[in-house]
């Protein structure tokens, strides 16, 4: 009786085991899909500023909530398909100035994403408006 005991707790413990390593998999295919490549420009505008769930507008709420580890989360995926932005071709104008303009904006929200690590609100706050002013100058330029 013993024996069944002990056999059957540890096969419950495989069991268990090849459970969470099964998981874990699972949330590291979640993690990569949120890291990989966007397909276009559109795609990295739409994720970053449109709309209530927009990574800008989490990122906000979330600074004047003071809730840091709310905006961490969503900061590293910006970081993420920010710096893809610059290997897309410029619907127009030059393509040197849309690489410098596209390497200044995954700079400033890299930026950003070091002030939230840090919790330091008013570098954050500075880092936000810094991306949020950059649009203009980069849609003039290069959005068709």
Known sequence: ????????SLLAMVVL?????????EKDK??????AKPKDIKEVMKKAHAGA?????VVGKSLKDKDFEAAA?????????ASHLGSFDPPKGEKADWEK?????????KTLAKAVEDKDAKAAGKALQAVSTSCK????AHKK
């Open 53 to 57: 769930t927009a990574f800008k507008q």
């Open 17 to 25: 085991v090849a459970g969470v390593q099964v998981l874990a998999e």
């Open 1 to 8: 009786m013993y024996r069944l005991f002990v056999l059957a």
């Open 137 to 140: 100058g980069c849609h003039t």
């Open 101 to 109: 303009m596209t390497k200044k904006y995954a700079e400033d929200v």
């Open 73 to 81: 989360t969503t900061m590293k995926a910006w970081v993420a398909i």
């Open 30 to 35: 979640d993690a990569k899909k949120d890291d």
